[in-house]
């Protein structure tokens, strides 16, 4: 498979080396194509094994490449990237893509880092992100969102005419890393094709001339599938989840389907579009459940057996690496602050078994070609009923891809059978064993490299031609006995240099009988091929292994636990990789001398053809313990002399809103500009005397509240409303509270303050205004046994003065966002001794300093333990890094990312605790999550 951007990666590293900046633009353009089988990029089929990132849910540029450079190391070939217009459009035609919002130096890090990308623009994204990424704007656009009515029409041609520009320079075809551009997402109720045609061709008229892609949800029977008829993509794929969102039951297997992705299309490739790699935590079971439900085992079995029995070539994994809904970024009903989601590679950056498990399969895909074009063909008989099969075979080559595991999906028992298989190179019986939930996709008829593989019951994880040699590495599981059958025109000789394996010579066939455990090694040479090194793994030892490229050709390295990069130079190989305890690397390359990190590596040469030597591991790292808090009364707003008159009157009569207000005037929020996070009201009245209570209605979205006062004294909080569909437009009253007003004298000027969370904009899912338009904010407001005059007031964020930094999601409208607390510099006189909190807002503030050691890597949280009726805002330098609700859980840990923390230097933390009663200050504490050293980018500047 071609790499679009080596080109592009040796021009950047020599422009490094030279210290001078790389052309901006690669001058190779590409043509790329697909038929039933593949996409192929300049007539060579790609298979591309994408992995999903949301860049929205990272804001550290420099963690951008840490992270794809994990996701290019796990030997994805691609990354599916939603783009998410509410994140980057505050107003109707204000756009930003500067800093964390900047789209073209995501696609130039895809371009450098040789991936390939499948972007997705929407407009509609879905993504558990506020609005789905629908701008908050939007709610007051008439016509409905996701149809050709022209009030959305305007808009969304208004995102597109900013977006599609950036994607169209990126695209292969001109030298860059964009494969193909998805429109819509699951675009399956309520649809419109006049709307999916105008974006498939507003896009051709931007220059996009790769395939366009749709991902329709779940199956064929979702309709329309686009892929055919008015509205039509190129690549139509299928999004499918088999093992559900239920975290807390990890054991279950498959509750939504088999996970086989359909085929939609006869022109077009099988596109497993979204592939479940992780889950939501709807039920707040903690991610680790949900990396549970969807570990190892669910890849092993759902993804190789969706492979061989759908033919797929085409795959993005939902997720590779979730990240953080920061700031008011996530939707309201279905996530919290972490969007970890059980992946492969953590919130805090970490490799798990799930990754080791991406790797393995990873390198498989990216290695063997003839997987780029099969069909399905008769499957070698099993003597046991138990164990199954299933296969594929590349019709140009003849090579075999054999399934093997149980008949019964759910069957957790260990059975052997004996396979009566047929390879194109002769008729074969070969042992298997399938134990539990596994499988196992086992090749015959294959050209490795420079060797003929007749047969192998172990796996294939990678090979490569390295100096003249073969060098393969197979895998199985530990204690399984497995053999591989190799052919030669004559005898070749065989050494064993490590492991229990057994030879045979049978009329041109070399086999070699083994039993997995830890890692052999068989030197074969002669027999009229090239010198071969054979690697039989585990799963534990070949997940040691990493592929890189060089442009002297791939080398191996075994160890470590992070090979990002490297480069052979002469004789030498300089390498860049993470180590999390010292250890021993070994390499596999064209060299005879190892650089890490600048530093010469004592290494020796092995038997194997390979350098050894040992690394150093990361020195212990301490953090300081937080002290100095200071704390600010926040919520001024409840008192009655709170000087509210540059606040916005609410007076409209009438909304765009699909949902009626209960009372008028129209207080929804969003109609006032005010779209995230807190919003305040003050609602003025010449008391009657006879006042009861004062009846209210607030929509916050799920777990929502919103508190009361009148008159500086705090009457209560009630639960706001959530999420309105069809079914129930309005939720029949939503978030209804009644708070008794007693003590009130005839004549006497009053005043209610209302604070009310936000906690995101509902999803659009099924493309119904009722629901994505749902208001937030008070909906009604009446008081009972008077009637008195209301008026009222609001305050929130305005939407025209969004942090030019952190973006229009950053903050809402407390008092101490409004008046920059949460800053660096908002510190200053006002701030006291720490006090509990009491109903209402209350700020903390200190500040902390790292000198954290420039060559490792140490992922930084803040850790909240208390427990008790608050909701804690957390702002990092500024940044609004989530939101602990030590009333719900269940997250305790905040990733604090290096960028917006200061990993040498001084750093402010300000926390904003809503509380809804008397609570405690239970002050946080930094944690360390991970270690590593590191060799700091760019590899360009190791020396030549
Ligand atoms: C699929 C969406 O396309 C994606 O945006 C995300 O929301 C994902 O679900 C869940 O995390 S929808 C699919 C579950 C039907």
Redesign the pocket.
């Known amino acids: 498979m071609r790499r679009p951007a080596v080109g592009l990666v040796l021009v950047a590293l020599l422009a490094t080396l030279l210290s001078v900046p790389a052309p901006a633009v690669a001058t190779r353009t590409h043509e790329v194509s697909y038929d039933r089988y593949s996409l192929s990029v300049d007539g060579e089929r790609v298979l591309l094994w994408s992995g999903e990132f949301h860049y929205f849910r990272l804001p550290s540029q420099r963690l951008w490449r840490d992270v794809l450079e994990k996701i290019r190391a796990a030997g994805f070939t691609g990354v599916s990237l939603?783009v998410n217009w509410g994140y980057h459009s505050p107003a109707p035609g204000e756009y930003d893509f500067t800093g964390v919002r900047d789209v073209d130096a995501l696609l130039d890090l895809t371009e450098e880092l040789g991936l390939y990308a499948v972007v997705r623009p929407g407009p509609y994204?879905?993504?558990?992100v506020s609005g789905?990424g629908f701008p908050a704007w939007l709610k007051q656009v008439p016509g409905r969102a996701r149809s050709s009515d022209p009030g959305y029409t305007r808009a969304y041609r208004e995102w597109l005419a900013r977006i599609n520009p950036i994607i169209a320079r990126h695209q292969v075809t001109r030298g860059g890393s964009v494969i193909a551009y998805n429109v819509e997402?699951?675009y399956a109720a309520n649809t419109d094709a006049t709307y999916m045609r105008d974006l498939y061709d507003t896009a051709r008229a931007a220059g996009i001339d790769v395939p366009i892609t749709h991902?329709q949800?779940?199956d064929a029977s979702w309709t329309p599938t686009w892929a055919s008829g008015p509205g039509a993509v190129d690549i139509p794929g299928v999004?499918d989840?088999p093992q559900s969102?239920e975290c807390q039951t990890p054991d279950v297997w498959g509750p939504w389907g088999p996970g086989l992705t359909e085929r939609l299309s006869d022109h077009a490739p099988v596109y497993a579009a979204?592939y479940q790699a992780g889950?939501?935590d709807l039920n707040r079971a903690g991610y680790d459940r949900c990396r549970e439900l969807t570990g190892p085992a669910y890849l092993r079995y759902f993804t190789k057996s969706n492979l061989i029995a759908s033919g797929a070539t085409m795959f993005g994994f939902?997720?590779a690496f979730g990240g953080t809904n920061w700031g008011w970024l996530g939707q309201p009903n279905?996530v919290y602050t972490s969007y970890d989601?059980g992946a492969a590679i953590t919130e805090s950056r970490q490799l798990t078994d799930k990754y080791a498990e991406f790797k393995r399969q990873g390198y498989f895909v990216r290695a063997v070609e003839p997987l780029t074009r099969t069909d399905p063909v008769a499957a070698p008989a099993s003597d046991n009923p138990a164990v199954g099969t299933l296969a594929r075979a590349n019709p140009d080559t003849g090579t075999q891809f054999v399934l093997v595991r149980h008949s019964d999906p759910a069957s957790t028992t260990d059975d052997v059978s004996t396979l009566d298989w047929s390879t194109p190179d002769g008729r074969y019986r070969v042992p298997v064993r399938v134990d539990g939930r596994d499988a196992k996709i086992l090749v015959a008829g294959y050209d490795l490299g420079g060797q003929r593989l007749v047969w192998s019951s172990s796996e294939i994880m990678t090979h490569e031609r390295i100096a003249g040699r073969d060098v393969a590495v197979l895998h199985g599981r530990a204690g399984e006995s497995g053999s591989t059958v190799l052919r030669y025109a004559t005898r070749p000789s065989v050494r064993v240099l490590a492991g229990d394996v057994r030879t045979s010579w049978h009329d041109g066939d070399l086999r070699l009988d083994y039993t997995h455990s830890g890692l052999a090694r068989v030197l074969v040479s002669g027999g009229g091929r090239p010198p071969l090194t054979l690697l039989v793994g585990t799963e534990q030892t070949s997940a040691e292994f990493w592929r890189l490229d060089t442009e002297a050709g791939p080398v191996l390295v075994r160890g470590t636990a992070l090979a990002r990069d490297a480069r052979v130079s002469g004789q030498t190989l300089h390498l860049r990789a993470d180590t999390a305890e010292p250890g021993e690397v070994e390499v596999f390359a064209p060299a005879r001398r190892l650089v890490v990190g600048g530093e010469p590596v004592r290494v020796r040469s092995t038997a194997s053809g390979s350098l050894s030597g040992r690394l150093a591991g990361p020195d212990p790292v301490d953090l300081p313990r937080l002290t100095g808090w200071r704390h600010r009364a926040g919520s001024p707003e409840t008192a009655p002399d709170f000087d509210d008159s540059a606040w916005t009157v609410a007076d409209h009569t009438t909304s765009t809103s699909p949902v009626p207000p209960v009372t008028l005037p129209v207080l929804f929020a969003g109609d006032y500009g005010f779209d995230h996070g807190h919003v305040w009201y003050r609602g003025h009245f010449t008391a009657t005397g006879t006042e009861t209570a004062v009846n209210l209605n607030a929509i916050t979205g799920k777990n929502g509240v919103y508190q009361v006062w009148l008159d500086g004294r705090y009457l209560g909080r009630a639960a706001g409303g959530t999420q309105a569909d069809s079914d129930a437009p309005v939720n029949p009253a939503p978030g209804p509270g009644t708070f008794p007003l007693t003590g009130l004298r005839a004549g006497q000027p009053a005043v209610l303050s209302v604070l009310v969370e936000n906690l995101g904009h509902n999803?659009d899912?099924t493309a119904e205004d009722m629901r994505f338009k749902q208001p937030r904010g008070l909906v009604g407001a009446a008081l009972a046994g008077s009637d008195a005059a209301l008026t009222w007031r609001i305050q929130g964020a305005d939407r025209h003065a969004t942090d030019p930094v952190r973006g229009p999601l950053n903050t809402g409208g407390l008092y101490g966002e409004r008046a920059g607390w949460h800053l660096p510099g908002g510190g200053g006189p006002g701030w006291g001794a720490p006090r509990d909190p009491g109903p209402g807002v209350s700020w903390y503030r200190t500040t902390f300093r790292l000198d954290l050691p420039r060559d490792q890597d140490v992922p930084v949280a803040l850790r909240f333990t208390g427990t008790g009726p608050y909701r804690a805002q957390l702002y990092l330098n500024g940044w609004n890094l989530g939101r602990y609700t030590a009333d719900l859980g269940p997250q305790h840990d905040f990733v604090l990312p290096a960028g917006p923390l200061r990993e040498h230097g001084p750093n402010t933390l300000a926390i904003a605790v809503v509380a809804l009663d008397e609570s405690t200050w239970d002050a946080p504490e930094l944690a360390v999550l991970a270690n590593h050293r590191i060799v700091p980018p760019p590899i360009g500047r190791l020396p030549k």
């Open positions: 939603y994204i879905n993504a558990e789905g997402n699951e991902n949800c779940c999004d989840y969102f979204e889950a939501i939902y997720m279905d989601y999803d899912w």
